[in-house]
């Protein structure tokens, strides 16, 4: 059984940091690039960022550019999404997820494509006060 296990939210001032990890069980997902995404109350969910599935690559949204990085464990078949200099609109419950294509059918630019990505966690949420 394939799962993805977000931790780490919480809540934290504006300007401050947290790390979410994503743990990964029942796939060998280091054959797979990984995204977070995230969702604020009464809107869609959105891409923040994504990782290639030799941690190679990354890509983010031009809103966390700057201030969140990605980076993944594959030994530990984990992802983390660092995220510093929080603002207010960052709330959201981030969630992770793993792309459905391997790293031999995988081609192109990073994906930001929800349809794109085929397991998803149970989200961790994240709330920034100003």
């Known amino acids: 059984q394939v799962q993805l296990v977000e931790s780490g939210g919480g809540l934290v001032q504006a300007g401050g940091s947290l790390r979410l990890s994503c743990a990964a069980s029942g796939r060998t997902f280091s054959n797979y690039g990984m995204g977070w995404f995230r969702q604020a109350p009464g809107k869609e969910r959105e891409f923040v960022a994504a990782?290639?599935?030799?941690?190679?690559?990354?890509r983010y949204v031009d809103s966390v550019k700057g201030r969140f990085t990605m980076s993944r464990d594959r030994a530990k078949n984990t992802v983390y999404l660092h995220m510093n200099s929080l603002k207010h609109e960052d709330t959201a419950v981030y969630y992770c997820?793993?792309?459905?294509?391997?790293?031999?059918?995988?081609?192109?630019?990073?994906?930001?494509?929800?349809?794109?990505?085929?397991?998803w966690g149970q989200g961790t949420q994240v709330t920034v006060s100003s």
């Open positions: 997820a793993s792309d459905r294509l391997s790293a031999a059918q995988a081609m192109g630019p990073l994906a930001s494509g929800r349809e794109r990505y085929e397991y």
């Open positions: 990782i290639s599935w030799s941690g190679g690559s990354t």
